[in-house]
């Protein structure tokens, strides 16, 4: 009997670590795999050992193996707690690291389940939600049993950065920094996206010559030209703009939540807070700011306007480090928007011929250009919401406990054919017909709604712009969309994307 339960036990294990999740994360630690490996070995060596010498250890080893496999099975039950008022749904291991590679698990498990229902994300029970208005309400309505969740980068700006800010700290530094955001500081942007943009897409056009190109690599600095401009007030050709986007480059380095920070982070961090206090005490100083302003920092632009709104910027270590996490997190978001943005051109040069159709009216292109930007992200960028729930909370007739998090899923609620006809085609004229105000929230909404969102369309609306009409793009070749081996990882286009991009004439 012991045996065969062993033999259970170990079945049950060897499926969840041959998922390809569990596969991928211990080939990406091969010295913790090996460690924990080498562990294992050991503790089962010792379990056998004693289990051959004492029957009384065997059969209460194997009664313990029982108990947690019976535990986990139930568990694992789409109507685990149904009693105790949890939502539908599994929170088994397998079934988890089966999602994280499966674009389609949630939409599907919603049309299954309903618009609430559980899972997990490997250990942390999570409550989905596919409704935007059942998902907004509970965030409004209950925000003071909600809290937001940890990230790295946190530990590198006292009080932590904006978004994952909770209460009073969050109101009063969103009140310092919202007011910046203006969709004049976006629009100052475009000239200096456009040039680096026309650079990168030429770089891009060389390198695809000998049969395409994949875009990765050539995305980030369009971003971050946006970014610099409209959020920091430094164009490109200013002094201090290519030590600013370097350092932004290199604090890109992914961080782990529980080790320590790399020196090189923390140092491009600190390196960009000096850099930015000191602009912002300049600003601060100054009356007058013009556009072409080469010392120092172009007007209108998030920094000018907050600096000479609060002339002690410079010396709010909370705000100015936060002002660098915007620019680097804001600039890993629109990457990932322009990555979508190059592939739908290439994929449908239909699309991109609509835009050259309009391209002697500046205003009409742009218009369509931003259309085309917005189906991007209805399509490809939309994220998720998460809270952590500090207290239970209620929601739809379920009971969400404390210590779980909640998932607004963005993506499932922008693919609702009720609300979008046809949800899988990529057809930018439904965003020229309709703004779709009411269902469409890439960009979050309420008191945490995203202050980035100005910027990021308008790096993704002149980049799609110069791109149409410079270019023919063309998928040379393709494969399945993936993402990081996290629940949270956004999907991108497949490693074997590669692109042509033929300049057009004049
Ligand atoms: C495609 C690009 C982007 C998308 C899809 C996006 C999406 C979002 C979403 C959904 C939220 C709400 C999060 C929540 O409620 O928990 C958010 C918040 C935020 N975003 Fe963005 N974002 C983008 C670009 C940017 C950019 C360019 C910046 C900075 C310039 C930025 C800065 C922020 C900040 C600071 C917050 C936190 C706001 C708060 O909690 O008060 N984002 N973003």
Redesign the pocket.
Same mark, same amino acid.
């Given at each position: 009997m012991e045996g065969a339960i062993l033999a259970l036990a170990a079945v049950v294990s060897a499926r969840v670590l041959l998922t390809p999740a569990a596969r991928r994360e211990l080939g990406s630690r091969p010295m913790l795999a090996m460690l924990s490996a080498v562990l294992a070995l050991v503790a089962l060596g010792g379990a056998a050992w004693v289990a051959s010498q004492v029957p009384l250890a065997r059969r209460a080893m194997g009664g313990g193996v029982a108990v947690i496999l019976a535990a986990s099975f139930v568990r694992a039950r789409p109507g685990f707690g149904a009693r105790r008022g949890l939502p539908p749904g599994s929170l088994g291991l397998r079934e988890s690291l089966e999602a994280i590679d499966d674009a389609e698990y949630y939409s599907r498990t919603s049309d299954r389940l309903g618009p609430i229902f559980k899972m997990s994300q490997i250990h942390q029970p999570v409550a989905c939600i596919t409704d935007l208005e059942t998902g907004f309400t509970l965030f409004r309505e209950q925000e003071h049993r909600l809290r937001?969740s940890d990230w790295a980068f946190n530990r590198l700006v006292p009080g932590g950065y &904006?978004?994952y800010m909770d209460g009073e700290p969050?109101a009063r530094l +969103?009140g310092l920094l919202a007011p910046g955001f203006t969709p004049e500081a976006a629009e100052a942007a475009d000239s200096a996206i456009a040039e680096v943009a026309r650079a990168q897409l030429a770089e891009m056009a060389d390198a695809a010559s000998d049969g395409g190109v994949h875009p990765e690599e050539y995305l980030l600095p369009i971003a971050h030209a946006g &970014?610099i401009r409209a959020?920091l007030g430094v164009s490109p050709g200013h002094p201090e703009y290519e030590a600013l986007r370097e350092r932004f480059t290199e604090l890109n380095r992914p961080l782990d939540l529980f080790l320590p920070i790399p020196r090189a982070s923390r140092e491009a961090f600190d390196g960009l807070a000096r850099t930015v206090s000191r602009l912002a005490a300049a600003a601060a100083r100054r009356e007058d700011r013009h556009d072409d302003e080469s010392e120092g920092i172009a007007s209108p632009s998030v920094l000018a306007r907050v600096a000479s709104d609060n002339p002690d910027l410079a010396d709010d270590a909370s705000a100015i480090g936060t002002l660098v996490l %915007?620019?680097k997190?804001?600039g890993i %978001?629109?990457r990932? %928007?322009l990555r979508w943005v190059i592939k739908m051109l290439a994929d449908h040069p239909e699309q991109a011929e609509r835009l050259r159709q309009v391209a002697a009216d500046p205003s009409e292109l742009d218009g369509r250009a931003e259309a085309f930007a917005l189906e991007a992200?209805r399509r490809f960028?939309s @994220?998720y919401?998460?809270r952590r729930v500090a207290e239970d909370v209620e929601v739809g007739g379920f009971r969400i406990p404390r210590g779980w998090l909640v998932r607004l899923c963005l993506a499932e609620a922008h693919a609702r054919p009720e609300v979008f006809s046809d949800p899988q085609r990529f057809d930018p004229g439904r965003f020229e017909r309709s703004d779709h105000a009411e269902s469409f929230c890439?960009?979050?909404a309420g008191s +945490?709604?995203? @202050?980035?969102r100005d910027?990021?369309l308008e790096v993704a609306k002149v980049t799609a712009r110069e791109a149409a009409v410079g270019y023919d793009l063309r998928t040379v070749s393709d494969g399945p969309a993936w993402r990081i081996n996290r629940h949270w990882g956004l999907w991108r286009p497949s490693l074997r994307l590669m692109v042509s991009l033929n300049r057009r004439p004049g």
């Open positions: 937001q &904006l978004e969050h +969103r &970014l959020v %915007m620019v997190e804001g %978001m629109t990932g %928007m992200i960028e @994220p919401l998460y890439p960009f979050g +945490r709604v995203c @202050p980035g910027v990021a």
